[in-house]
């Protein structure tokens, strides 16, 4: 496992900002699983890069601005790294503002991304990745 994980997450989570989904996706191994919070409007699990992909675009449309900005990016064990991101954009139809915190936990596998779930808080996020570790 790779030490600058955290940075390569960093600059990925710039890339989506940009809309750049491939810099994130070239991470990706071919199985990689995407899961949403339980909490999301319409939870889903993502399984493959088309699907990955696709998944990137859903996930911003209906905002304008959308926007991941980490504010904490850590290892988390040996093959997990925790990203507590900020989310923020506008409704596109209803011109509401919209923001909430959120974390990610990214699992790595032999030097790529397997997977990455969502959680509505910190504490969840490291929960699951140190019992996922342990």
Known sequence: ??????????????????GDFETM????APDIELA???????????RGIDAARAQMG???AGFEDYRLDPEEIFMAGDSRVVAVVRQTGR???????VQDTIAH????????IAGMRAYSSREEAVA?????DG
């Open 91 to 97: 409704g596109e139809l209803s011109g509401v503002e």
């Open 105 to 112: 936990v990214w699992e790595i596998r032999e030097g790529k």
């Open 1 to 18: 496992m790779t030490e600058d994980w955290p940075e390569r997450l960093r600059e990925g989570y710039e890339a989506f900002n940009r």
């Open 36 to 46: 949403d919070r339980a909490e999301a409007p319409d939870p889903g699990s993502y």
């Open 128 to 132: 699951a990745a140190e019992a996922a």
């Open 25 to 28: 996706i070239a991470f990706a």
């Open 58 to 60: 859903d996930v911003s």
